[in-house]
């Protein structure tokens, strides 16, 4: 299957171990003074030990590799003890993954492996940014006064399963219409999750297209605006959103936007 790994960049790795430390599956071990991924089962792609890599050696890629195992993980981080198990499970949760989160309470009640998640209570937001990068730990922002309900907004770096966008409405809007219209947040952001992208500067487009496909199947969103600039590399965003929308079982109402470099609405229609 096609999913997103983390990829390492063996001649920038100072072999500072950071990333092993912030890697809560155990895929990473330190091998003759560098980072290496042991196996893509035990990776999320969630990319928590991104933000631990002081000299930036770690990214997220789409690649064809085997499908992420829960089970497989809990057996490689038991034997590190309780504390390690919650902090694994801890950023499952974080990020929403609580179909993962619940296979790993399940194998510990299986295997008769005791833990206390009273020691994981929901209810600190500053725990969120304990599990790796605090750039792209997923957060619910709906209940705050900003028409921004979450982060990431980042295509890459969105999980297309998020809680946030089960039957959500969402906006896919070019990186530079936000600062091209005074009112975004209220006309185009309110009541939905936002999802930013540049057809042009952005690379692997592909994984933007396997992305939306999935917010449409798994995360069953209920509508997507596309938002563009006039200039013609920006249409390469209603393409990505229609190629999706053609791969997806489910046929979902696409809106496109084209708005000026000045701000105006030049044109809007449901495809």
Not at 70 to 86: H, N, Q, T
Request: hydrophobic letters at 40%; aromatic letters at 6%.
């Amino acid at each position: 299957m096609k999913r997103t790994v983390i990829k390492i960049d063996e001649e920038l790795c100072n072999g500072c171990g950071n990333c092993v430390e912030g890697c809560h599956e155990g895929a990473l071990q330190l091998i003759n003074g560098k980072a290496v991924m042991i196996s893509d089962l035990y990776c999320d792609g969630l990319g928590a030990c991104i933000g631990d890599c002081p000299v930036g050696a770690i990214e997220l890629i789409e690649k064809e590799t085997e499908p992420y195992n829960e089970v497989a993980v809990m057996e490689r981080i038991a034997p590190k003890g309780e504390a390690v198990i919650l902090a694994h499970l801890k950023h499952l949760r974080d990020h929403d993954q609580m179909e993962w989160f619940n296979q790993g309470i399940d194998w510990c009640l299986k295997n008769n492996v005791k833990i206390d998640l009273k020691k994981i209570a929901v209810g600190n937001n500053a725990s969120k940014e304990a599990c790796g990068c605090p750039g792209s730990a997923e957060r619910d922002f709906r209940k705050e006064k900003s028409e921004l309900q979450q982060w990431p907004v980042q295509l890459h770096l969105l999980n297309p399963q998020a809680g946030f966008f089960r039957n959500a409405d969402v906006l896919l809007a070019s990186d530079c219409s936000a600062f091209s219209h005074g009112s975004f947040h209220s006309e185009f952001l309110k009541n939905k999750v936002l999802a930013i992208a540049c057809p042009k500067l952005d690379t692997n487009t592909q994984s933007y297209i396997d992305k939306i496909t999935s917010m449409i199947d798994n995360s069953n969103i209920n509508t997507l605006t596309v938002l563009m600039m006039e200039v013609p590399c920006c249409g390469g965003l209603l393409h990505i959103a229609k190629t999706a929308r053609e791969n997806a079982n489910r046929n979902i109402p696409v809106k496109a936007m084209v708005m000026s470099l000045k701000g105006d609405i030049l044109n809007e229609e449901w495809l």
